[in-house]
């Protein structure tokens, strides 16, 4: 049943570091106060709120009457509401930054929302980062040494009190913490599993110790939330909501921002403002098409004079992103034209400052993903009302529109050409790219998005005997598109 509801002045290159921190661990801004207990991100139980968002009033001019009273509506049911967010880092990578908004946000409209992280081993995530791949359908098996470092890790990590607020509801991110609803689980919880990535069901037919690993560990939750439709894997016997992922708009990554605050950011970095950048930002991923964009742009610069800039940080449950890290600045050093940025990940409101004035600095931006659960930096650079070229994959045409709001990456010669014509007409990016934001206002920030979870979480509670949605249903809060499964 489906319903439809740079190192700073010294190298540009040199700030290159291949040691990243695997553990998972809150981010500290200088003068932040030190958590109450290990893994505590955000809880207003525990009288630690390091971070917030602006009251809902502020984002009133942007969504209008009547997606505000929506928001409200659904605030107003589950007020009172106690809610457990759990994931695996709190640096780096799109389900944190979401956290770092939807958090503080749900606790102003009333609904008690505490944020924790697990922890783990080098073991755990290189375990959990293959997880993730296999999941996307990368070749390969689930080894029976992967399933030991998961479990060992998830059995201490349900004996380190992680859900001792009494939650009405956890909502579970991603794989990594997957295994604690078999673990923690009492009576009356409602526990929801949220897939950010790019799930596919053929991998798992293909790896039966992979579905059966996946399987077990799924069954005790009440229901899953995937981010397209495509994703649903339907032979799970658990509710499944389509929920699109969302940006803040008036965060630090997203506002509006001064052509000073733009300029020294790219002096920082030592970089030339009158020359055309061609950008793509995000992590250092085997996923995210790097190799793509530069051979592109490789092409771009026999024609057209520009500069590429590659910026990205290490989040702290991905041990392979120092591995790409080195391997792009290895393939990279010879060309000065192209700035490979490791941004400072220590300070978030730095990062995402430093992140926000590079994308707005950009004249194109680029993301040509082999996999991509959502895209969040598309997302990003759509709002700032840039060019985008991305990849037909995953859930990213649920945001590109190919030739209405972005392009398509077809061949390296063939993209050289779109972002040749997109150089030479600005008239025509900048079209192209307010058509973007429009798009993105109208499906894609928080508000709309957290209005979505708290009638998903009214729908799956079970504690009091009123759920609303049967094992077999699928709740969409996005218009529905049929988008086939993909091997590569």
């Known amino acids: 049943m489906v319903v439809s509801v740079k190192s700073p002045k010294t190298s540009i290159k040199g700030n290159v570091k291949l040691k990243a921190e695997r553990k998972p661990q809150e981010m500290k801004s200088a003068g932040a106060a030190s958590p109450p207990a290990p893994g505590v991100i955000y809880s207003k139980r525990l009288n630690f709120c390091p971070f917030t968002t ?31 967010e759990l994931n695996a880092t709190a640096q780096g990578g799109g389900v944190a930054e979401m956290l770092y908004s939807s958090v503080p946000f749900l606790n102003q409209l009333g609904v008690q929302t505490e944020w924790k992280v697990i922890s783990g081993n080098d073991e755990f995530f290189e375990c959990t980062k293959g997880l993730h791949n296999l999941l996307q359908g990368m070749k390969g098996n689930f080894t029976q040494k992967m399933e030991r470092a998961y479990y060992s890790t998830i059995a201490d990590c349900a004996h380190s009190n992680i859900t001792d607020g009494n939650a009405d509801i956890i909502m579970v991110n991603d794989p990594q913490p997957l295994g604690l609803a078999r673990h923690l689980k009492k009576p009356g919880e409602t526990w929801l599993w949220r897939c950010h990535i790019d799930i596919e069901e053929t991998p798992m037919d293909d ?11 799924i069954k005790p939750f009440d229901a899953a939330i995937f981010s397209a439709a495509h994703y649903v894997v339907t032979r799970w016997p658990l509710a499944s909501f389509i929920i699109p992922p969302f940006i ?22 030592d970089i030339d403002t009158s020359v055309p950048i061609v950008a793509q930002i995000g992590r250092f991923d085997p996923w995210k098409g790097l190799d793509r964009t530069i051979a592109a742009y490789r092409y771009v610069r026999k024609e057209q004079p520009c500069q590429l800039i590659l910026a990205g940080g290490m989040a702290s449950d991905d041990p392979e992103g120092e591995r790409i890290l080195a391997k792009i600045y290895e ?19 730095e990062n995402w400052r430093e992140v926000n004035a590079l994308q707005r600095s950009a004249s194109i931006i680029m993301q040509p ?27 990213i045409p649920l945001q590109i529109r190919d030739g209405d ?24 990016a900048d079209a192209l790219g307010q058509r973007g934001k429009e798009y993105v206002s109208e499906h894609f920030l928080l508000p709309d998005r957290v209005a979505d979870y708290l009638m998903a979480m009214d729908m799956a509670m079970d504690g009091n005997g009123h759920r609303t949605v049967p094992n077999d249903g699928i709740i969409s809060f996005h218009p529905w598109f049929k988008m086939s499964k993909r091997r590569s």
């Open 331 to 349: 393939d990279t050093k010879e060309d000065e034209d192209i700035h490979i940025l490791n941004l400072p990940m220590a300070n978030r409101l």
């Open 405 to 428: 709001t972005g392009y398509f990456y077809e061949t390296p010669q063939k993209t050289a050409r779109q972002v040749i014509n997109l150089l030479k007409n600005r008239k025509a």
């Open 54 to 84: 602006p009251p809902l009033k502020a984002y009133a001019s942007i969504l209008g009457d009547e997606r505000t009273e929506r928001l409200q509506a659904a605030a107003e049911r589950l007020k009172g509401l106690k809610v457990l």
């Open 369 to 395: 993903s082999t996999r991509e659960g959502f895209g969040l930096v598309i997302t990003e650079a759509l709002w700032k009302a840039k060019p985008v070229i991305s990849s037909n994959v995953g859930a």
């Open 207 to 217: 790896n039966p110790g992979l579905w059966d690993f996946m399987t077990n560990w």
């Open 248 to 269: 803040d708009p008036l965060s630090e990554k997203n506002r509006e921002l001064s052509q000073k605050e733009i300029d020294e950011v790219l002096a920082k970095y």
